[in-house]
T-cell receptor
Framework: NAGVTQTPKFRVLKTGQSMTLLCAQD?????MYWYRQDPGMGLRLIHY???????AKGEVPDGYNVSRLKKQNFLLGLESAAPSQTSVYFC??????????????????FGPGTRLTVL | GENVEQHPSTLSVQEGDSAVIKCTYS??????FPWYKQELGKRPQLIID?????GEKKDQRIAVTLNKTAKHFSLHITETQPEDSAVYFC?????????????FGQGTILTVHP
């Protein structure tokens, strides 16, 4: 059971190049998330998915696209990289746990991260 | 949307002392409050969480308290050890049908001096 994995671990891009980050989880989780982490700003949600074939925007979606073609995979794409996208990217996944008054809330499990530098 | 403020941004203690990190949140419908620990170059890992139906939860040397009326929650670490040195993040979920979305605080760098 590998949990949440991410590829690649490191990447250097030139401005305007494109790339795709891959997140995979083997815990059969419904929900998956992409965050970016910048110094002093915590973790900010880029996009998320509540199931196969669905995606939604988070707090900072501009410049990124995502796809969830398979339940276990969540891809993050940068079509035209910019220096402002230099960051550490974390993927996370979670399952639903029945909670109070029918609400559900979940524990998020994070991948090891991808350090991206855009020159 | 939800806004989470975390204080202090840095905290330095001597080994054996206690450490307290505080967070406030804005969405009164939030009902799940996890704390994550992130060591240098590693992924965030859940250390403790609290649901809105309890006011306090303890796990060995760490505890979390929640005051829903005041909309704040705190992490308490007792008998600190050098291996507790890390960045700690609090988070709160969005209320209602939030699909597990979390809003994170800015983080606290905890340094425990031997």
């Amino acid at each position: 059971n590998a949990g949440v994995t991410q590829t690649p671990k490191f990447r250097v891009l030139k401005t305007g190049q494109s790339m795709t980050l891959l997140c995979a989880q083997d815990m059969n989780h419904e929900y998956m998330y992409w965050y970016r982490q910048d110094p002093g700003m915590g973790l900010r949600l880029i996009h998320y998915s509540v199931g196969e074939g669905t995606t939604a925007k988070g707090e900072v979606p501009d410049g990124y696209n995502v796809s969830r073609l398979k339940k276990q995979n969540f891809l993050l794409g940068l079509e035209s990289a910019a220096p402002s996208q230099t960051s550490v990217y974390f993927c996370a996944s979670s399952s639903t746990v029945p909670g109070l008054a029918g609400r559900s809330y979940d524990t998020q499990y994070f991948g090891p991260g991808t350090r991206l530098t855009v020159l | 949307g939800e806004n989470v403020e975390q204080h202090p941004s840095t905290l330095s203690v001597q080994e054996g002392d206690s450490a307290v990190i505080k967070c406030t949140y804005s969405d009164s419908a939030s009902n799940y409050f996890p704390w994550y620990k992130q060591e240098l170059g590693k992924r965030p890992q859940l250390i403790i969480d609290i649901r809105s139906n309890v006011g306090e939860k303890k796990d060995q040397r760490i505890a979390v308290t929640l005051n829903k009326t005041a909309k704040h929650f705190s992490l308490h670490i007792t008998e600190t050890q050098p291996e507790d040195s890390a960045v700690y993040f609090c988070a709160a979920n969005a209320g209602g049908t939030s699909y597990g979305k979390l809003t994170f605080g800015q983080g606290t760098i905890l340094t425990v001096h031997p």
